[in-house]
């Protein structure tokens, strides 16, 4: 089973940016997709960005649509989430997570990243 870990997160002010990285131990293009996922104390953990290696796509929830963005890095088994414009509402616990072949499960999830965002 793939494991992922997370790292990145931190403590910004409202319309700061951080960048999350996920990485992989093994090559993300045998993965079929990864995904970044968060979860807010009190409430249920929701899909933010994901990544398909073949064919190349990408998708976002509806609340981060230009202001995150998910990327590969494949010479290091890295996926990154760069996230701009951040509001209080983003804060959470960012996991990643991957499907290994198309059609299966979330899997591999991480220990998560904190990312705060205050005034």
């Known amino acids: 089973q793939v494991q992922l870990v997370e790292s990145g997160g931190g403590s910004v002010q409202p319309g700061g940016s951080l960048r999350l990285s996920c990485a992989a131990s093994?090559?993300?293009?045998?993965?079929?997709?990864m995904g970044w996922f968060r979860q807010a104390p009190g409430k249920e953990r929701e899909f933010v960005a994901g990544?398909?290696?073949?064919?190349?796509?990408?998708s976002y929830a509806d609340f981060v649509k230009g202001r995150f963005t998910i990327s590969r890095e494949i010479a290091r088994n890295t996926v990154h989430l760069q996230m701009k414009s951040l509001e209080p509402e983003d804060a959470a616990e960012y996991y990643c997570?991957?499907?290994?072949?198309?059609?299966?499960?979330?899997?591999?999830w991480g220990q998560g990243t904190q990312v705060t965002v205050s005034s």
């Open positions: 093994e090559h993300t293009f045998s993965i079929y997709a």
């Open positions: 990544i398909v290696s073949h064919p190349s796509s990408r």
């Open positions: 997570a991957a499907k290994i072949v198309k059609g299966s499960e979330w899997s591999g």
